[in-house]
C-alpha cells in the first residue's frame, strides 16, 4: 500500500509565497516522475510541473517563472515552491506520483489534495 500526503496550503494574499510539500509511503521500491497538479472548482484538473527522478522539470506555461518544482529521493519527497501568486492560482493541489512497489508493478498514486487560496 501506498500513501501520498501533502501539506502547505493556506491562504495568502497576492503577492505572496508557499511552499507545498509531499510525502510518498509505504511499499515503495523506486519513485518515477513525481508532480503537482490542480482543479479550481468548476474547472478539469491541470497539470502544474513535474520532475523526472534525474530532475528533468516541466511547468505549465501559466506558473513558469513563478513556481518551481523540486525533490528529494531520499525522502520520497517532492516539493512546490510557489511565489508570486495570483488569484487564479486558487484551487486543489494534488500531488501525483509513478511508484514501482514489491509487487515490481509501476503505478500512479494521488494525494488527497492541499486547498490554496489566493485573496486579491
Known amino acids: 500500500q501506498v500513501q501520498l500526503v501533502e501539506s502547505g496550503g493556506g491562504l495568502v494574499q497576492a503577492g505572496g509565497s508557499l511552499r507545498l510539500s509531499c510525502a510518498a509511503s509505504g511499499s515503495i521500491v523506486s519513485i518515477n516522475d513525481m508532480g503537482w497538479y490542480r482543479q479550481a472548482p468548476g474547472k478539469q484538473r491541470e497539470l502544474v510541473a513535474t520532475i523526472t527522478r534525474v530532475d528533468s522539470t516541466n511547468y505549465a506555461d501559466s506558473v513558469k517563472g513563478r513556481f518551481t518544482i523540486s525533490r528529494d529521493n531520499a525522502k520520497n519527497s517532492v516539493y512546490l515552491q510557489m511565489n508570486i501568486l495570483k488569484p487564479e492560482d486558487t484551487a486543489v493541489y494534488y500531488c501525483?506520483?509513478?511508484?514501482?512497489?514489491?509487487?515490481?508493478?509501476?503505478?500512479?498514486?494521488w494525494g488527497q489534495g492541499t486547498q490554496v487560496t489566493v485573496s486579491s
Open positions: 501525483n506520483a509513478a511508484i514501482r512497489t514489491r509487487t515490481w508493478e509501476v503505478a500512479r498514486y
